[in-house]
């Protein structure tokens, strides 16, 4: 499975952003999917996951209650719809597929990945 993210970009703290990843194949629909960042200088963290029919979701602590991840299996697409941004958002952030019907917040669990797209928050 091929991902690629979108909408990344630059937004000053307390503004919002919607990522996107889109999938190749028609699979993305049997499998959980997650989001993860990673700032410079420091390790890949988990953000937030969900099963593969979008019936459970979990957060990292420093999201839950601002960012909303969901998904439309027909159209093969992930999204993250991140609000209330603080400049330690700031990262890169990527999408990844997990096989398996229920999330993971581990990377090592992940088994493909998009190639990232960068959020710049300003304070």
């Known amino acids: 499975v091929q991902l690629v993210e979108s909408g990344g970009g630059l937004v000053q703290a307390g503004g919002s952003l919607r990522l996107s990843c889109a999938a190749s194949?028609?699979?993305?629909?049997?499998?959980?999917m997650g989001w993860f960042r990673q700032a410079p200088g420091k390790e890949r963290e988990f953000v937030a996951a969900i099963s593969w029919s979008g019936g459970s979701t979990v957060y990292a602590d420093s999201v839950k209650g601002r960012f909303t991840i969901s998904r439309d299996n027909a159209k093969m697409t992930g999204y993250l719809q991140m609000n209330s941004l603080k400049p330690e958002d700031t990262a890169v952030y990527y999408c990844?597929?997990?096989?398996?019907?229920?999330?993971?917040?581990?990377?090592?669990?992940?088994?493909?990945w998009g190639q990232g797209t960068q959020v710049t928050v300003s304070s």
């Open positions: 194949e028609r699979t993305f629909g049997n499998y959980a």
């Open positions: 990844a597929v997990h096989r398996g019907l229920v999330y993971s917040t581990s990377v090592s669990e992940y088994d493909y």
